[in-house]
């Protein structure tokens, strides 16, 4: 069963002394998260009066966060997204349905489950554990297909 809130980023500090938090995104980018009117943090709605973007980071102001000591409360919670706010363009996959999904080779080979999506300043690592770990570079030349109900179709090399 897909998980209605999603995991999206880290309040990681305070940014100024009026209130605002920095969160370090967990998606794609700080400007997706900055589509957002409302985030939860332990579940519980917290809207989101005005944000933007600042060296990667997201800069928010949350509803009920007035001053640094409020903001400071809030440094290291979870910041999580509700699953019916995120539209995903065709062909993506929020990585938390990717996880435990089968992969296997294109010659029908079980490799086990995707474990972990590593982000990587590189690109993005899949993590598959089965009789082995194997890491698999996100490059299609290795992930032929990726589909969130039948898994990860991949190509393998020598060596990997």
């Known amino acids: 069963m897909k998980k209605q809130y999603l995991e999206a980023g880290k309040i990681t500090n305070t940014h ?5 938090v920095r969160i370090t995104p967990w998606a794609d980018s700080a400007e997706f998260l900055r589509g957002f009117r409302t985030f939860y943090i332990d579940e519980t709605p917290v809207k989101v009066l005005h944000s933007r973007v600042h060296k990667g980071q997201l800069i928010a102001q949350l509803e009920g966060v007035a001053d640094v000591n409020a903001a400071m409360a809030l440094k290291n919670r979870v910041v999580c997204i509700d699953r019916a706010d ?3 363009p065709e062909g993506r996959f929020f990585v938390q349905d990717l ?3 089968p992969v296997r080779t294109d010659a029908g080979e079980q490799l086990g489950a995707l474990a972990d999506v590593l982000e990587l300043p590189q690109g993005k690592v899949y993590v598959v554990r089965g009789a082995r770990e ?3 570079p996100d490059v299609p030349e290795f992930i032929l297909d990726v589909d ?3 898994g990860l179709t991949v190509r393998l090399i020598e060596g990997l």
């Open 16 to 20: 100024g002394v009026r209130g605002e």
């Open 86 to 88: 995120a539209a995903l």
């Open 99 to 101: 996880l435990g999904l």
């Open 134 to 136: 194997i890491l698999i």
């Open 148 to 150: 969130a109900q039948r």
